[in-house]
């Protein structure tokens, strides 16, 4: 099928089922054109909570879908493609995290949401990279494990006062890629341009950044400014939603490591499959969805 003939069946199967699109900022421009929702990590587990609709096709990695599902567990969340996970997720298991619990029992676990349902199980609550700050401030816990990203954690440690924050080891391995020397060449390449990056990048990086925040955070950013040029510094899919709505600003990305190769991997054919078929549906398991959900519920409720 050509692209025009798939995007109308997508459109036309998505009616017939009463089903909805979401996809995250990093998804390839085509899907976040036929997306019906497109948003960050916070805003796509809230959105999700409140679909009405029957069945959601989750245009993101697995971390997303399987949050969607535990927060709204009544409707079918389908993944397009079931491979396409999260690296950092992969690097804490609830095992380790329980580990570590026994060895720090004073402690509260704050779990950024890339991580697996089992992890976030295990967790006291969840955040996001765009409430992170506020979710520790909130919380009021003298001590925390921060997992799995030691990059947000070590900008939350930052940014809160009177909280010991204990890092996991995890990072984000396209984040991890940016260096200093990106920033310093993009500075002397685009004069008077501002660096704004993402807070799972390396501590060295964010500080010599002039803003750190979320996907959602670094739009909002830009629709804001009145200056005319921005460097990004997070994944190179959000350049597609900055542009479109910024078409008198120019955008560069940081450096052109900055590709998700498991975001990428969710094509129209991929979306059309999953509507048509239904396959590849994220199941949960009862005990672990129930503890999963408290600590994204507490998140929100904070
Ligand atoms: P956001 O929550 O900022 O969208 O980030 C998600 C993510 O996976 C970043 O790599
Ligand atoms: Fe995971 Fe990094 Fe990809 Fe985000 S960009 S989904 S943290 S691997």
Known sequence: MNKIDLISEINRIKKEKNAVILAHNYQIGEIQDIADFVG?????????????????????????????????????????????????????????????????????????VNSSAEVKAVSDVCCTSSNAVDVVEKLGAEKILFAPDKNLGTYVDEQVEGVEVLKWKGFCPIHERVTVEDIDRARSEHP???ILVHPECPVEVFHKADFVGSTAQILEYVKNSELKGFIIGTEMGILHTLKKENPNK??????EKLICENMKKTTL?????????????????GHIAIKANEALERMLNL
Request: charged share 30%.
């Open 40 to 112: 960050d990590s916070l805003q796509l587990a809230k959105k999700a909570k409140d679909i009405k609709q029957d069945l959601i096709i989750f245009c993101g990695v697995t971390f997303m879908a399987e949050s969607a599902k535990i927060l709204n567990p009544n409707k079918k969340v389908i993944l397009p493609v079931l491979d396409a996970g999260c690296p950092m997720a992969d690097m804490a298991t609830a095992e380790k995290i329980n580990v570590f619990k026994k060895e720090n029992p004073n402690l509260k676990v704050v779990t950024y």
């Open 269 to 285: 054919e991929d979306v059309y499959k999953a509507l048509r078929d239904e396959e590849n549906e994220i199941v949960i398991e």
């Open 192 to 194: 008077g341009m501002e």
């Open 250 to 255: 120019e955008m560069f990305i940081l450096t």
